[in-house]
């Protein structure tokens, strides 16, 4: 058992009886080496991780719906896919979001910027194609 | 009128009124100029990009909370920061959900891979601390 682990004992009971479960004395059964052994509490955090993930997908996608309808939008309307001042906008909105929510406004920034540069990737194939 | 425009005629009547409304005879005013005029379908769009927005932004931070726990439990238990068995689970469930939900499986891949490179950052800052 890690020092680490040691300090943490009675407060995180979890984790105490984590570390049992994942002895290295019990490493050797069949049964262990088959169901490589996951600690419930992880389990625990990664259900959870999943359940996020599978809402951040749908969002998304519908996300990818309205830029998409924007991006026809913009092709007929023959504007621009690119919208420096709104997108100035949103960086700013979405910062003061995330420090609201406890999310590092770096990190929601850089998010920003991945997801616009495949929203204009995708107004600049419609234009394209129109 | 553009020709892309005029091809939707009657079937896309938001678009037929936006025209109108950014037509450059219009911009001479100086009212036009002061509000730079969003076309109101494009305003419409944009509104709901805007909630969808927060809501990744809060259930962003809602993910960091739950891999920051799980960062602390493996810093713990000596654990590695990142698990590429799990990941690959992580990345076929989120292909299965993007295709079902009409999300791009590559960008749900590349989206994927961009938060697990922030959250093994997280980890390993954390285990340097411990």
Excluded: C, W, Y
């Excluded at 960086?91 to 929510?101: G, T």
């Amino acid at each position: 058992m890690s020092e680490a682990l040691q300090r943490h004992d009675g407060t995180h009971d979890g984790v105490a009886s984590v570390a049992a479960a994942t002895s290295p004395s019990a490493s050797g059964s069949p049964a262990a080496a088959a169901a490589s052994p996951v600690p419930p509490e992880l389990a625990r955090l990664r259900h959870s991780i999943d359940n996020i993930d599978s809402a951040l997908v749908h969002l998304m996608a519908e996300r990818f719906r309205a830029t998409q309808q924007v991006g026809v939008l913009k092709a007929e309307l023959e504007l621009p896919a690119s919208d420096p001042a709104r997108e100035a906008e949103q960086v700013a909105r979405l910062r003061a979001l995330a420090e609201e929510s406890g999310l590092d406004p770096v990190f929601a920034e850089k998010f920003f910027a991945f997801i616009v540069a495949e929203v204009i990737r995708h107004h600049e194939a419609i234009a394209a194609q129109g």
